[in-house]
């Protein structure tokens, strides 16, 4: 019995350690840049400069049939799949565009990064682009994300600009920050384009 209470604290330990440093790490990882215009209870704007992307597209209609295929050839991008077999940082969070048509993943290139000095793709389907400025509403939640997790927040930060008069763009999408082995601490977000320079100059 000794034996397997200490076997199952070091394995605790572990654990712990493990998340730990995987949660340091991550605090570490570039985000991309954004200024909080409004800040409330359940929900805040948010203005994004433009910022350079690679992006995959895809005929996936979930989070889960685009969130691991869609991971991977982004993922060989940055770690040498270029003309130049050069790694480059990841950054936070990965953008996902889930919907009927064509969907999309993208990771957000480190700042000092543009179109110029970004290499070439191995994969064709890899593809460098340019974001425009956006503001964005945003509503966050925690966990594992899922189809179901993204429904729910969709809907609810729909709610919430509805009853704040609030017109949004397009559908939403939804933002990842943490890598799938952290367990704890973990961020997600959904996000939608809004006419918020509309909002503030009305009467």
Do not use: C
């Not at 034996?3 to 604290?9: G, K, L």
């Not at 730990?20 to 359940?42: C, G, H, R």
């Amino acid at each position: 019995m000794k034996t397997i209470i200490t076997v199952t604290a070091i394995a605790i330990f572990i654990i712990v350690l493990f998340q730990s440093f995987t949660i340091m790490s991550a605090n570490k990882t570039e985000e991309q840049k954004y200024t909080v215009i409004l800040k409330e209870k359940d929900f805040e704007i948010r203005f994004y400069p433009s910022a350079t992307v690679a992006t995959i597209h895809s005929d996936a209609k979930s989070y889960k049939d685009l969130s691991g295929p869609g991971f991977r050839k982004l993922a060989g991008y940055i770690f040498g799949g270029n003309e130049t077999n050069t790694s480059i940082s990841m950054t936070s969070p990965v953008h996902m565009d889930i919907n009927d048509s064509v969907s999309s993943m993208s990771f957000v290139m480190p700042s000092s990064y543009n179109q110029e000095n970004l290499p070439k793709p191995n994969d064709p389907n890899v593809l460098i682009q340019k974001t425009a400025d956006e503001y964005v509403a945003v509503i966050r939640f925690g966990g594992y994300a899922s189809d179901k997790d993204l429904l729910f927040y969709s809907a609810k930060l729909k709610e919430i600009l509805e009853e704040k008069g609030i017109t949004a763009n397009g559908h939403a999408r939804f933002l990842g920050y943490n890598p799938p082995f952290q367990l704890v601490d973990r961020r997600n977000e959904i996000v939608v384009s809004v006419n918020w320079e509309e909002q503030i100059s009305k009467p």
